[in-house]
């Protein structure tokens, strides 16, 4: 097997596990596909400590690094997921809100170990790059309103009966 050319590299502070088990229990193409410990005992753990975790999540591979609380998550790097329903839409932001997660704005939330999602449906994208700029400048103000984005809304404004 070929590793991929890319692979992003996640740090957690010795979660790394949970974090790929819950993506890959959420999030279609994903999976968890190798857990490494460490041999031995090292400063700072013992043998059999999780060191890192391969997992994939929307197709994406990645490895989950179990390296401390040194380098938290921020915004500066998330996870865009496009939905094509209110359902889907709900279904990914209820499981990543609802897990020790928190809402943000303008369809955006972190997960419980820190990592930001967009979730974000195609509507929104389309609006947002519409050739006409007054159905991009209702779209935009409509989602500014918003946590969770909400489709039937966003819809209305590209068409202009918000």
């Known amino acids: 097997m070929t590793a991929a050319p890319v692979t992003l590299c996640l740090w957690y502070n010795g979660d790394a596990e949970e974090a790929a088990t819950f993506y890959a229990q959420t999030f279609p193409d994903s999976h968890v596909n190798a857990v490494h410990r460490a041999p031995t005992d090292f400063p700072g753990g013992s043998a059999g400590t999780v060191l890192t975790v391969d997992f994939t999540v929307l197709g ?3 490895i989950g690094l179990n390296g401390g609380p040194l380098f938290p998550h921020s915004e500066a790097f ?5 939905t094509d329903t209110q ?3 709900d ?16 369809g955006w939330c972190k997960d419980r ?5 967009q979730i974000t ?7 947002m790059t519409d050739p ?4 991009r400048a209702r779209v935009f103000t409509a989602m500014m309103t918003m946590r969770k984005i909400d489709h039937a809304a966003i819809e209305a404004a590209a068409r202009g009966d918000a």
């Open 60 to 62: 994406i591979p990645c």
């Open 132 to 135: 006409d700029a007054a159905v």
């Open 87 to 89: 359902e889907e839409t």
């Open 78 to 82: 998330s996870f865009q997921v496009a």
């Open 121 to 127: 449906p195609r509507a929104l994208s389309e609006g």
């Open 91 to 106: 279904r990914y932001w209820n499981a990543i809100v609802g897990n020790g997660g928190a809402e943000s704005a303008c």
């Open 113 to 117: 170990w820190g990592l930001s999602w």
